[in-house]
Every structure is written in C-alpha cells, then in structure tokens.
C-alpha cells in the first residue's frame, strides 16, 4: 500500500487562505468518507484536525476545513496564522490489507 | 480529560525484542479500539496496528505483521506493543491513539500519546 500523495511543502502569508492537497485511489481516499488530517509541530505529538472528510472537532478553529473530489481530499486554511506554521498529514482508511494509510506529509509556512 | 502514556522505548539490538506500552487514563478504556502509529526520525507517520475494543480483531501493517503483536489488559487501562525481531528500519518514536468513536470502525484518531522513542542499533 503506498503512502498517499501530499505536496512536500505550501506556504502563505499571514491572513491569506491555503489548501493542502491528499490524493490517493479508489481503494482508499476515493472510495471512502473516513479521511483525517493532522497538525504536527515539531517535537510534539500529532493533533486531529479534520475527521471523516470534512468534520472539525470541537476545539479546532474553524479557519480549518476539509473536502473531497473523488481520489483527492483537501484541507484548507483560511486566514492563516503564525501558529499555523506546522506538518500536515492526511489519513485515509482503506480496503487492502494495511488497513490505514497516511500521507508523506506537507509542510506549511507562514511566510 | 483523556491521557496517553507510552512507556518501554530505548536502544535494543537488532534482531531482539521490546515490549511497548501504553497507559490510558480519563475515559472508559474498553470502549474503543486502539492503535500505534510511528514515525521514524525526520520522516512522517506509518500506522503500525490496530485492536478492536473489545480484543478480538488485530490488523498490522505490511511492514511489521508476524514480527509485532498488539494486546491490550482492560483491567490495566494499558495497550501493548510487543515488538520482536528488531530491524534499523524499526527505529521510530511510537505514539499509540485512541480511535475517534467507541467501539471503532472510523478510522481516525482523536488522542495521542506523546510517544516513546526505540532506537534500533549495534
């Protein structure tokens, strides 16, 4: 199972919106609604942002949001903020034997 | 509040075994299903393993299936890790996270520990 496909790196000035791209197959991202982001800064654990596709859990700002367009998810980030500047990875349920597969990650400035 | 805490990382050898593990605490432990996730030095997450809340389904990833068991002791709050025939690849901090809905079949992760590090080396 490959990892999915998320561009190395985005950046942004403070106050401009981004969007983080996550494509995979049909047999994960496309064809299933329980995809996930995470934020990661460095040396700390990875924190939930997005659940199943599209959902924010309570505490997460709503400058966050998530969609999907068959094989590919997004996450987007309006406004952003200094305190934005993080990894993000995308996750992704799938029906093969691995079960759950993360992408390589994407690393966000804020310029 | 909820609370992750995972114990057992070091340096070990290759070939040989550590035993991960990871105590739960603010929430009913035996509702939800469990997993590990690691993430090797510079580079980004791989989910390692995944136990069903009740025990009774295990998954594993490609890379370590039939070198690593997951297990958990409802009566300990504790998930484990039992990692055997240790490779340089294995080197990783592992984090283990509770799955986003009691009793699973999600697929996400809500809570992470703040990960314990094994380094496999001669």
């Known amino acids: 199972q490959s990892a999915l496909t998320q561009p190395a790196s985005v950046s942004g000035s403070p106050g401009q919106p981004i969007t983080i791209s996550c494509t995979g197959t049909s047999s994960d991202v496309g064809g299933h609604n329980y995809v996930s982001w995470y934020q990661q800064h460095p040396g700390k654990a990875p924190k939930l942002m997005i659940y199943?596709?599209?959902n924010r859990p309570s505490g997460v700002s709503n400058r966050f949001s998530g969609s999907k367009s068959g094989n590919t998810a997004s996450l987007t980030i309006s406004g952003l903020q200094a305190e934005d500047e993080a990894d993000y990875y995308c996750?992704?349920?799938?029906?093969?034997?691995?079960?759950?597969?993360f992408g390589r990650g994407t690393k966000l400035t804020v310029l | 509040q909820v609370l992750l805490v995972e114990s057992g990382g070091g340096v070990v050898q290759p070939g040989r075994s550590l035993r991960l593990s990871c105590e739960a605490s603010?929430?009913?432990?035996?509702?939800?299903?469990m997993h590990w996730v690691r993430q090797a030095p510079g580079k980004g997450l791989e989910w390692m393993a995944l136990?069903?809340?009740?025990?009774?389904?295990?998954y594993y990833a490609d890379s370590v299936r039939g070198r690593f068991t997951i297990s958990r002791d409802d009566s300990k709050n504790t998930l484990y890790l039992q990692m055997n025939s240790l490779r340089a690849e294995d080197t990783a901090v592992y984090y283990c996270?509770?799955?986003?809905?009691?009793?699973?079949?999600?697929?996400?992760?809500?809570?992470w520990g703040q990960g314990t590090l094994v380094t496999v080396s001669s």
């Open positions: 199943e596709v599209s």
């Open positions: 136990i069903s809340y009740d025990g009774s389904s295990k």
């Open positions: 603010g929430f009913t432990f035996s509702s939800y299903a």
């Open positions: 996750s992704s349920y799938t029906s093969s034997d691995t079960l759950v597969v």
């Open positions: 996270a509770r799955e986003g809905r009691k009793y699973g079949g999600r697929y996400y992760f809500d809570y």
